[in-house]
Nanobody
Framework: QVQLVESGGGLVQPGGSLTLSCAAS????????MNWYRQTPGKEREPVAT???????TVKDSVKGRFTISRDNAKNMVYLQMNNLKPEDTAVYYC????????WGQGTRVTVSS
């Protein structure tokens, strides 16, 4: 049974930091591209960051220099380090695993507000 469980969301002030974690199980983690997406009410879910099988990363332009994605294949974990958070980063953040199928977690809410 595939599971992706996100954690680490919460309320943070503008300029603050959070690290999101995603624990994966039920599939061969090291062979999947891992992603973080986010979604706000009334908008489509959008990709934020991706880490490939070989470790190559890409991030959305609006978070470049602030967000870093990483993976630990030994622990079946993927992380999103978020620094200098802005109110517009407020969203539900989802972990996903992509190869032939696209698996999703339940999401973790991040609220950036003073």
């Amino acid at each position: 049974q595939v599971q992706l469980v996100e954690s680490g969301g919460g309320l943070v002030q503008p300029g603050g930091s959070l690290t999101l974690s995603c624990a994966a199980s039920g599939f061969t983690f090291s062979t999947y591209t891992m992603n973080w997406y986010r979604q706000t009410p009334g908008k489509e879910r959008e990709p934020v960051a991706t880490v490939g099988v070989g470790g190559t990363t890409t991030v959305k332009d609006s978070v470049k220099g602030r967000f870093t994605i990483s993976r630990d294949n030994a622990k079946n974990m993927v992380y999103l380090q978020m620094n200098n958070l802005k109110p517009e980063d407020t969203a539900v953040y989802y972990c996903s695993a992509l190869r032939a199928q696209h698996y999703w977690g339940q999401g973790t809410r991040v609220t950036v507000s003073s």
